[in-house]
Nanobody, 121 residues
């Protein structure tokens, strides 16, 4: 089985920074896109940032210039550095990875359990 485990969430003041990390483990042949999503209370889950295996990135307009996604293919990890945090960034942040578990397997999406980020002054 495949597991994605996030870490790094917490309570931070507006203007502050946090770094989220996500590690994929288990039966993994190859990882394709890795990304971060978030879900605020009462809202739908939304894309925050995604990174391809080759390092191409895409960000939600609301976080461009403030957040940076990066990955380490050798360690099967993805991180999200969040700067200049705003109250509207408060949400549970989820890691997602598109993974092939065997050479002849199809790809599937896997999700982490989520890590909360709370902005509070």
């Amino acid at each position: 089985q495949v597991q994605l485990v996030e870490s790094g969430g917490g309570l931070v003041q507006p203007g502050g920074s946090l770094r989220l990390s996500c590690a994929a483990s288990g039966r993994i042949f190859s990882i394709y896109n890795m990304g971060w999503y978030r879900q605020a209370p009462g809202k739908q889950r939304e894309l925050v940032a995604v990174i391809t295996r080759g390092g191409s990135t895409n960000y939600a307009d609301s976080v461009k210039g403030r957040f940076t996604i990066a990955r380490d293919n050798a360690k099967n990890t993805v991180s999200l550095k969040m700067n200049s945090l705003k109250p509207e960034d408060t949400a549970v942040y989820y890691c997602k990875a598109t993974i092939r578990i065997g050479e002849y397997s199809s790809t599937s999406d896997y999700w982490g359990q989520g890590t909360p980020v709370t902005l509070s002054s």
